[in-house]
């Protein structure tokens, strides 16, 4: 086929010394002329830079900022790119389409959403708006929300995004996600059926529409296609191995016109699977574009030769990958410490010593992270640090107290301690099916009036105020309140936990959340720490000290100074002086529920994460024990530290001494 080229302005020497400014490898793949482009772009290999300049270039060469589309996950990412371009070259970049899938599907779809039934001004829902619809629809359709077991709004609203952007059908989502909901199937279709319905009467789309109508727009609309093709004569794509299904499709189908596609990111990051992020796009590019040039970053910036050399060797026994080895400009340092402690406690203890050790030595709080692979993994760490008074900042979600699950099952065991506890009675007969606000308070109000609260309830003081759509969760909740206030279970504060996860709770989990099975896994840790005390009480008691101590200092400065605590998931592209990841056991990093091959190689790619994260240090802990249902369970070594060779780490022995 001929190709012509419409010459806007004939570059004379370029601007900018490409290869003064960009290590050999940036500049290849900066330099890359035209066709299908890869950048394996490593941990701390100067993604970003790479990026910044294969726009410049583009520029530099002729390329009109109109014909260049800039894709990336985040709206600031693109901003922060396209400034550094303008600043670099000192050119205005109008017309230059960068942003997110969401944005650029927004302003596609403003265009031509006439030609898929939708007016042009449509309006955009919210996670809220969009909930408050998919429950009117639940009305609409005569299902009984109040259902122990229909899944809330908010769940139907996953599984419907999840449907959209992996591909899957509905039933495969459900299957493969919630199993707990493939009974409920036909009702949830009949939801999702009846959701796309009104958006389309509504003349709605919620964030994943911009999406799946800007596909539906190019696939039934191939000149429109071959329009968005010929505009954008070269598409860039930042953190590729972060795209799912249907944005790997938007831009396959937006380069079949020119094939000018060019694509950063790293196969061995891609770790968002839950999220439906799907690692085949990265893996089977090359085969969708036979004629790839793949371009190679493996200079990094970040870390010690010490911190790569654990990273390199872990990440080599993953079977489906670009094989690449990171190699750093940074002078030898300490060699990472893999650190074997007796227990959750004891890794808690070392942890606090020596980031304690570290900060008298001169490194601020904030330039160290403790990384886990599960929020829960946390718990005992934030314990301790209150402890000692360490500032530190969550970054995987609300401190591990103030959850609001974490919060429910407390309430029932608070109400044993003291039946008088107002706030506590409201909190848990609103978990009660058929319990709104008002009525909760009235049974609260009832039974309060009485000598001793909770016998009054079990002896039926409330019941007038049960309606009918209440009795039975209304009953099974009167069994659990009698079993709790038994005198033997109260010494057993870890059996009460677990008896009002088995007398319904973990069914308002599965109902109402999408992370049910993380946050009963929340549960079960706290079960297990509650093993560790001689009463409800004493744990009680503890707990309320633990959040009423805040991490307030009247220094503001001093308060931003706070130790990090992180998923590794949250962690992804930020780095540290010294890193500490926790929990390093079979069962718990990796998951327990990663059992196949794809998820144990997902699981390493995790572990690969959070060792880059090190710039100087890297602390690699397990627990060789931890509480359990039967007592102390023996935890082995994760295979992530069992298949390292010895070379790349240096065991430590921690010992304890009292004075």
């Not at 911009?210 to 727009?217: A, E, P, Q, S």
């Not at 314990?383 to 970054?395: D, N, Q, S, V, Y």
């Not at 969760?473 to 010494?491: G, S």
Request: proline share 3%; with cysteine.
């Amino acid at each position: 086929m001929k190709k012509y080229v419409i010459t806007h302005r004939t570059p004379g020497k370029f601007q900018i010394d490409y290869e003064k400014e960009l290590n050999a490898e940036q500049y290849q793949a900066v330099a890359h002329e035209s066709g299908a482009g890869l950048v394996l772009a490593g941990a701390g290999t100067g993604k970003t830079r790479t990026v910044t300049y294969r726009v410049a270039r583009l520029m530099e060469t002729g390329i009109s900022p109109a014909s260049i589309l800039l894709l990336t996950f985040t709206n600031k990412a693109a901003r922060e790119m396209l400034q550094r371009v303008e600043l670099v070259l000192k050119a205005n970049l109008r017309g230059l389409w960068g942003g997110t899938f969401h944005h650029v599907g927004n302003l596609i779809l403003r265009r031509h959403a006439d030609q898929i039934g939708f007016n042009r001004n449509f309006s955009i829902l919210d996670r809220e708006d969009a909930s408050d619809l998919i429950e009117s629809c639940v009305n609409e359709l005569g299902i009984d929300r109040k259902k122990w077991q229909f899944p809330k709004a908010g769940i139907l609203q996953t599984l419907i995004g999840l449907s959209a952007n992996t591909g899957d059908s509905l039933e495969q989502t459900v299957t493969s996600r919630m199993p707990h909901f493939v009974g409920l199937l036909n009702d949830i279709s009949r939801v999702a059926e009846r959701y796309q319905t009104r958006k389309l009467t509504l003349n709605l789309m919620d964030f994943d529409d911009l999406l799946t109508n800007w596909l539906r727009l190019f696939e039934e609309h191939p000149r429109v296609l071959e329009y968005y093709g010929l505009q954008f004569q070269h598409v860039l794509v930042d953190e590729y191995q972060d795209t799912n299904r249907l944005q790997a499709r938007l831009i396959d189908l937006l380069a079949s016109v020119h094939g000018n596609v060019f694509v950063v990111g790293d196969d061995a990051q891609s770790i968002y699977s839950f999220r439906g992020a799907s690692f085949e796009n990265i893996i089977s590019f090359p085969e969708r574009y036979p004629e790839v040039t793949v371009y190679r970053l493996t200079t990094n910036y970040r870390s010690t030769p010490q911190v790569l050399a654990l990273a390199n060797a872990s990440i080599r026994n993953n079977r489906r990958q670009f094989p690449k080895d990171l190699h750093a400009v940074r002078s030898d340092g300490e060699i990472p410490s893999l650190v074997p402690v007796r227990d959750v406690y004891q890794q808690s203890e070392f942890v606090i010593q020596r980031v304690l050790d570290l900060n008298a030595e001169g490194l601020s709080f904030k330039d160290m992270a403790v990384l886990y692979r599960s929020h829960y993994h946390s718990m005992e760490i934030q314990m301790e640090l209150t402890k000692h008074g360490i500032p530190f900042e969550i970054r995987s979600g609300l401190r591990f107290f103030e959850q609001a699950h974490v919060k429910d099952v407390t309430a029932y065991l608070r109400i044993v301690v003291n039946p008088f506890d107002e706030l506590a009675w409201v909190r848990v007969l609103r978990l009660i099916p058929g319990v709104g606000k008002v009525t909760a308070h009235r049974i609260a109000g009832t039974v309060m009036g009485a000598a001793e609260p909770l016998g009054a309830l079990l002896e039926g003081a409330a019941d007038r105020l049960v309606k009918r759509n209440m009795r039975v969760p209304f009953d099974r909740f009167l069994e659990v309140m009698a079993r709790l206030r038994n005198t033997e279970m109260t010494e057993r504060p870890a059996e009460m936990i677990r008896e009002v996860m088995a007398s319904g709770y973990e069914e308002h989990l599965q109902a109402n959340y999408p992370n049910a099975a993380s946050r009963a896994e929340d549960i079960e840790q706290l079960a297990q720490y509650a093993s560790g005390y001689r009463n409800v009480e004493a744990l009680l008691s503890e707990l309320a000290l633990m959040s009423t101590t805040g991490e307030a200092s009247e220094d503001e400065s001093y308060e931003k100074d706070r130790l990090i605590l992180s998923s590794v998931h949250q962690a992804k592209g930020l780095e540290w002086a010294a890193v500490f990841v926790v929990w390093l056991s079979e069962g718990r990093f990796p998951s327990a529920r990663s059992t196949r091959a794809e998820d144990e190689e997902e699981e390493r790619r995790l572990f690969y994460v959070a060792a880059t994260r090190a710039k100087d240090e890297l602390y690699l802990i397990h627990p060789a024990s931890a509480a359990g249902y039967g007592g102390l369970s023996f935890l082995s070594p994760s295979r992530f530290l069992a298949e390292l060779p010895e070379a790349v780490y240096e065991r430590c022995e921690v010992s304890e001494r009292y004075y």
